[in-house]
């Protein structure tokens, strides 16, 4: 339809605009997202025997979240001086960086069994001792977790659309997700570090 095209909207000459594959565009949107789905489920209850150490991905998943925070700051700072090629350029920065961070995530849960917050000894199971001295903390985790956690699952989709809205020129489209889009993104990608901060002394 023409009219998605947002055809009265103010034009960037500068950025190229592909509106002819919004529909493979939307198409790989859904299946990335329904696949990205599927791993976060079954990686809960799956885990594959491997060779080779993995402690060191929390920290570079940690790492990857705040660099896509700086990138999506960098992507706010550019659209409000009107700098439409820069920020595109840290938008693709911050996409890229998320879909890493998604990939060892994956790679890092699929291997891993899942440290718990509290648990001083290592053994995966919370006593109630170790329940009782995180008792101020826990609550507070568990809120930035599960915030974290689901918004990111919720997000993903309405991100890659956004970002598929600017790849096709649909301008006005694109400004109304970001708008919502942008801070929530943001959060997942501020939080990551912090869960990360709260668990450091309890990964092995």
Known sequence: MEKNFDMNAPRHPELTTFPEKERLLKISTYVFSAVVLILVFVMREVTLPIDWDVRFLPAVNAT?????????????????????????????????????????????????????FGDADGNGVLSDAERLAVSDTRPWYLVILISHITLAGILLPFILLTTVRAITGQWTLHRRMARYVWPLWFYVAITGPVVYLMLRSYYP
Not at 67 to 85: H, N
Not at 89 to 106: D, E, H, I, K, P
């Open 64 to 116: 990857l979240n705040g660099l896509t925070a700086l990138a999506l700051v960098f992507s706010l700072y550019y659209v409000k001086r009107g700098q439409f090629v820069h920020h595109r350029n840290a938008n693709a920065v911050a996409l890229g960086l998320s879909v890493l961070f998604l990939l060892c995530y994956v790679a890092y849960h699929f291997t891993t069994p899942e440290v718990i």
